[in-house]
């Protein structure tokens, strides 16, 4: 039973496809909009996605930081 519940919890990931974002590309976090630099590419250990380890690009006074977020969290950066 618990089997078929994971199952059905994701059953619309396909885990074959590659990752949306690669390593030294820029993309943007969906819920503050901040700008991101992207530093580690691996698949999630307890989400059926990628996970991705990125320094957020803050601005003065602020200090950069790394962040390690799920696909899902994250947008293309805006140009």
Do not use: C
């Not at 089997?3 to 074959?16: H, I, K, P, S, T």
């Not at 250990?45 to 200090?63: C, G, N, Q, S």
Request: hydrophobic share 40%.
């Amino acid at each position: 039973m618990k089997d078929q519940l994971w199952e059905e919890a994701f059953m619309g990931v396909d885990r074959n496809r590659p990752a949306r974002y690669e390593v030294g590309g820029r993309a943007s976090l969906k819920a503050t909009g901040q700008p991101v630099e992207i530093l580690e590419v691996r698949r999630g250990e307890f989400v059926p996605d990628f996970v991705y380890k990125v320094r957020i690009l803050a601005e003065r006074p602020a200090r950069p930081y790394n962040l390690s977020v799920p696909e899902h969290d994250l947008s293309d950066a805006e140009a």
